[in-house]
Nanobody
Framework: QVQLVESGGGLVEAGGSLRLSCAPS????????MGWYRQAPGKQRELVAE???????NYADSVKGRFTISRDDAKNTVDLQMNSLKPEDTALYYC????????WGQGTQVTVSS
């Protein structure tokens, strides 16, 4: 069973930055794609950003130009740098990893105050 451990969430003022990190229990290169989803209260879970094993990335329109997903090969993590945060970015952020199965982390809370 693969485990995904997320870290880096917290409370930040609008305009601030946070960096989320996801550490899987096996090599990041064993996954076809890894990414971040989020779910705000009363809303559906949505894709934020994803990165493939070939280092191609994809972003939700709402975060383009503000968020950057990357892989840290030395640390075996996939990170999400979030800049210019807005109150509407407030949500529970989940790390995902896909190979023959899809795995989810338990989530890390991001709260952006206005």
């Amino acid at each position: 069973q693969v485990q995904l451990v997320e870290s880096g969430g917290g409370l930040v003022e609008a305009g601030g930055s946070l960096r989320l990190s996801c550490a899987p229990s096996r090599s990041i290169f064993s996954f076809i794609v890894m990414g971040w989803y989020r779910q705000a209260p009363g809303k559906q879970r949505e894709l934020v950003a994803e990165i493939t094993s070939g280092a191609n990335s994809n972003y939700a329109d709402s975060v383009k130009g503000r968020f950057t997903i990357s892989r840290d090969d030395a640390k075996n993590t996939v990170d999400l740098q979030m800049n210019s945060l807005k109150p509407e970015d407030t949500a529970l952020y989940y790390c995902t990893a896909a190979s023959s199965d899809l795995y989810w982390g338990q989530g890390t809370q991001v709260t952006v105050s206005s």
